[in-house]
């Protein structure tokens, strides 16, 4: 692969239905999406899931936008890759900004999938055909969340996410369980918690929740091991995990019992395959999370979440969940509870560049 072409797409959507976390309101996404030309013009598409705000993690649109343009692009254009791994490898002589290089990375790996004539799928070494999808409901009131739940569970959805805080915690899941017993339920409170709080979440034990996600902060190591001790729920870690080897630190201080992977917080897919390979050696529970992704980022976790590691029901609804229109077609689609896995080359479906060119607020060409 010569990178011949880089064309960056700022674009933004507005969510069908707000989204709301501890962190804060969300109504519109803003999105960086990469598309990479090569010698022959066959092209790969990626994505910069980075958020506008440095809420969720220190990187922003604004900031990867700059990673991108003055570092990244400069060190791939021009350059003969033969595998994504090398790419991966380049880009790792800047340190942090994950996101900006999952953008690029998840271009490479779209692009070499189609120079070997294989699904992205294949080329990441999935096994299935369908995956099994879970879905977020946003903080709101106990009611509207209780009639979300109850249109997902029509809908098929498998396992259900509550996004909740230290403020309402029990009031919300204590209502859930009356009315839906047997769901598989989790929680995330994106670092809402602090050590201060283990008795309050001694108490949600008594719920038999699947996991409770991130309750700490994301450097806070040594304070989950010490939560995970006093509490019976699985901790799973989702900010803390930026590379194998944070993993491999939760691991050894038995800080957590499940990870979550979300491609572009630990860089690409190169990382997340190796922390799914560790993750498996080690009888470590993982599962593939989600950013309010456009489906192009959706289907690179579909692709994902077919190897065989992944046990757990990610967060990879339907495009209908977050969109009016998705920019890929077809767009991803919820089927007896289940997605299924694109076998076509590369993503295995077709990007809308019209759309994208609509959407866009600025685009940028190297």
């Known amino acids: 692969m010569l990178i011949q072409q880089v064309e960056l797409f700022l674009i933004e959507q507005q969510l069908r239905i707000p989204f709301k976390t501890s962190y804060g309101l969300y109504e519109n996404r803003e999105t960086i999406i990469v598309k990479l030309t090569d010698e022959s013009g066959t092209v790969g598409f990626g994505e910069v899931v980075a958020f506008s705000e440095p809420w969720y993690t220190a990187e922003t649109i604004q900031t990867s936008l700059h990673i991108l343009q003055d570092f990244l692009i400069p060190t791939i254009l021009n350059k003969v890759f033969t595998h994504p791994s090398e790419v991966a490898e380049r880009l790792n002589i800047f340190k942090g900004n994950p996101m900006a290089k999952a953008g690029i990375e998840g271009a490479c790996w779209d692009l070499f999938s189609k120079k070997k004539d294989i699904s992205l799928a294949k080329a990441l070494g999935g096994m299935k055909e369908e995956i099994p999808v879970g879905v977020v409901v946003s ?161 690179q976790n579909v692709a994902l979440a077919s190897l065989a590691g992944f046990t757990i029901p990610g967060d990879i609804s339907a495009s209908s969940r977050h969109w009016e229109q998705d920019i890929i077609d077809p767009e991803v689609k919820l089927e007896n509870g289940k997605v299924k896995v694109p076998n076509g080359v590369g993503l295995g479906i077709t990007v809308n560049e019209e759309r994208i060119k609509k959407l866009s607020k600025k685009v940028f060409k190297f």
């Open 139 to 299: 903080m709101n009131d106990p009611g509207v969340m209780l009639q979300q739940i109850e249109r997902f569970q029509i809908e098929g959805y498998e396992r259900f996410k509550i996004k909740v805080s230290k403020q309402n915690d029990y009031e919300v899941i204590s209502k859930i369980r009356d009315k839906f017993p047997t769901i598989s339920l989790m929680i995330d409170a994106n670092s809402d918690y602090t050590l201060n709080d283990i008795e309050q979440l001694k108490r949600l034990d008594q719920f038999k929740l699947l996991m409770i996600e991130q309750p700490f902060g994301d450097r806070d190591f040594m304070e989950h091991a010490v939560l995970q001790k006093e509490i019976a729920t699985p901790i799973c870690l989702d900010e803390s995990i930026y590379s194998l080897e944070d993993v491999e630190i939760a691991f050894a201080l038995q800080a957590c019992k499940i990870i979550t992977i979300k491609p572009g917080r630990v860089g690409g897919l190169t990382e997340s395959l190796k922390i799914h390979d560790y993750c498996v050696e080690n009888n470590l529970p993982v599962w593939v999370g989600g950013m309010i992704e456009t489906g192009i980022s959706r289907i």
